[in-house]
């Protein structure tokens, strides 16, 4: 995950000129980290972000990067919004038909939860605030079901981080896994980027045990199998750590969803990434303004700033806390004093040779 609004980030390199006339093969090296899964022809990325949130790739290039780094199906989850997954998914019709299927989506993004909802074209904004109950949380989950949609819980080792400084999660009061289960889930993202949740992967895993032994017994059950997904949630292009595979009879958004909703699938799992060579050039502002932000870069020496997680609704969820370096700004002065003492002593000094000499020179007008 990276910092939304850094404004040297995002001046720093030129994205918009990016392409990627490459490809990787994670099959050539990888098997899934389920043994007995077999075969499988869909490597799904469950977890994607564009321009139109607050992600560096447009929509197009998105489809193109994923394409590049193995992946023949992905899934368009911007902040708060389904219009990337839309763009997304009709750019790849009309262009890449035959080599990938995009499943738009978004991430309902707050300070308690980031949960991805896929496979639907409609925003759902039901209860999504700074601070949501679990009311509210609950109501976004039944409205998703409403829209034939599926509910996946994002990155939770990054939403319960402790924040250095701060001394608070990232996301507040974060909903338990049960909880979650409870409110009707019907999965959870595993890995994200190059983490791996294994606490949860064992919850899922236990639960997903239960649910097929009561099904084989009574044909049915009231704890249907939970999703296990993988995403790279990809902001700035980057190595690839992780491909949800899947095995479906068509090459359709359709097939895969029904792969998706029975939870049918494993992962193949890299967590030194495909070693990718990504590397965008530099943005012309950023060349031209650079010597300036370096300088102003110094100043930063005289505190930290600790930022709040952003809630994607305009605000902090934390307040932000700077800590100022008082001995660093005395020092500061005192070099600054010094330095002025310095110049003014140097110049008085030569001051004084040079009346000296024109006196010497006004006295003996003769003299070479």
């Not at 139109?52 to 193109?64: A, I, K, N, Y």
């Not at 990232?170 to 889930?185: A, D, F, K, Q, Y």
Request: proline share 5%.
């Amino acid at each position: 995950m990276i910092p939304l609004n850094n404004a040297v980030d995002i001046e720093t390199y030129n994205f918009k000129a990016m392409t990627f006339n490459w490809s990787t093969n994670p099959r050539a090296h990888l098997v899934p980290f389920d043994p007995s899964f077999g075969d499988y022809n869909v490597l799904l990325d469950g977890h994607a972000h564009t321009t139109v949130s607050d992600g560096r790739l447009t929509p197009e290039q998105l489809v193109e990067y994923s394409i590049a780094q193995g992946f023949n199906a992905v899934i368009v989850t911007d902040h708060n919004t389904v219009r990337g997954g839309l763009q997304a998914e009709r750019y790849a019709m009309s262009k890449y038909s035959d080599k990938i299927v995009v499943i738009p989506g978004m991430e309902y993004s707050n300070c308690r939860i980031h949960m991805n909802f896929i496979n639907i074209n409609t925003t759902v904004s039901v209860g999504n605030k700074e601070f949501p109950t679990d009311q509210d949380m609950q109501r976004a989950i039944d409205r998703v079901h409403e829209l034939g949609g599926l509910v996946i819980v994002n990155h939770i080792p990054w939403s319960n981080h402790t924040l250095e400084r701060l001394n608070t999660p990232r996301l507040v009061n974060h909903p338990s896994v049960e909880s979650l289960i409870s409110w009707g889930v019907d999965g959870f993202e595993i890995v994200n980027q190059a983490t791996f949740d294994l606490p949860t992967y064992q919850r899922l895993l236990a639960h997903n045990i239960i649910s097929i032994q009561k099904s084989n017994l009574t044909r049915t059950t009231d704890k249907p199998p939970l999703i296990i997904m993988t995403g790279s949630d990809v902001h700035t292009p980057n190595t690839a750590f992780a491909w949800t595979v899947l095995r479906t009879n068509e090459f359709t958004k359709q097939s895969i969803m029904d792969e998706v909703r029975n939870a049918r699938t494993s992962f193949l799992f890299d967590p030194t990434g495909n070693q990718a060579n990504i590397m965008p050039g530099y943005s012309s502002k950023y060349l031209a303004l650079s010597p300036l932000s370096e300088l102003a870069e110094y100043f930063g020496s005289f505190y930290d700033r600790y930022h709040g997680q952003y809630s994607f609704h305009g605000t902090r969820c934390q307040r932000d806390v700077v800590d100022f370096h008082g001995r660093s700004i005395g020092f500061f002065v005192l070099y600054l004093v010094t330095g002025v003492l310095l110049f003014e002593a140097i110049y008085r000094v030569f001051g004084l040779v040079t009346r000296f000499a024109k006196q010497r020179l006004h006295r003996n007008p003769h003299v070479e």
